[in-house]
């Protein structure tokens, strides 16, 4: 049983309203927290759409590399297989953002390249440590069952562990997506555009309004997100 749709909407029409053209410079204009342009170039909705396409594209690439990776290493007698990747992975949380990007640019240069690979680094753990976590907790008696019923190993991974592990996994590619839609504010600064781009200008100009602008549209850009994943998570899990 699906979540009720119309709660998951109030964030993302939340989000709608901020961008209408003049509406979030009118509401921070009276907290006289600094100068705003009458217009932004790139205006606020461009900027917005491509903060999405670098958090949906790092996702996306996340989701083919995490859960693959997560079905190989709890395979039987993959113990030690498993725990190298889970410490792989947790090394990249460990490293500061802006240091995995340092060390990107001299390799792949400036634009959405080497932030799209920060955010790669950044948001794996999540979707790793919950998949891996989801099949290791599958119900051994549905297993039994699926055994029971003559399915093969291949079978038995599309119908009975991959839809059992689901929600947990689904609940690490929330945190993922949210982590990553913080962290590609970074990539403004090498070039990769998004909201980024209010919250960098307004620190170098010193404009708390600049930042305002950037800083909430990203919160509410990651509460919208993870209310529309949250769509997908059944109820009674």
């Not at 976590?133 to 297993?143: E, H, I, P």
């Not at 929600?167 to 590619?173: I, K």
């Not at 090498?190 to 602008?213: C, D, F, H, K, M």
């Amino acid at each position: 049983m699906k979540r009720p749709v119309w709660p998951a909407l109030l964030w993302p029409a939340l989000l709608t309203i901020c961008l209408w053209p003049g509406t979030l410079p009118r509401l921070l204009s009276r907290l006289n927290l600094g100068e705003l342009p009458p217009t932004f170039d790139p205006p606020l909705w461009q900027l917005t759409l491509t903060h999405l396409g670098l958090v949906v594209l790092a996702t996306g690439l996340v989701l083919l590399i995490g859960l693959p990776l997560a079905v190989a290493v709890t395979r039987p007698g993959r113990d030690a297989l498993r725990h190298l990747a889970e410490s792989l992975a947790g090394l990249g949380q460990t490293v500061p953002t802006f240091a995995i990007l340092a060390l990107a640019v001299p390799a792949l240069g400036f634009g959405w390249k080497p932030t799209l690979l920060g955010l790669l680094v950044y948001g794996l753990m999540p979707v790793l440590g919950n998949a891996v976590a989801g099949l290791q907790n599958v119900d051994r008696g549905a297993m039994d069952a699926a055994r029971g019923m003559g399915m093969t190993p291949g079978q038995q991974l599309r119908r009975v562990e991959l839809p059992l592990a689901w929600p947990v996994a689904l609940a690490g590619l929330r945190t993922s997506m949210v982590y990553n839609v913080g962290t590609a504010t970074v990539g403004a600064a090498l070039g990769a555009g998004g909201l980024g781009e209010p919250i960098i200008n307004g620190l170098s100009q010193q404009n708390t309004a600049l930042v305002t602008v950037g800083a909430v549209l990203a919160a509410l850009l990651a509460l919208s997100l993870d209310a529309l994943l949250g769509l997908l998570t059944p109820r009674d899990s």
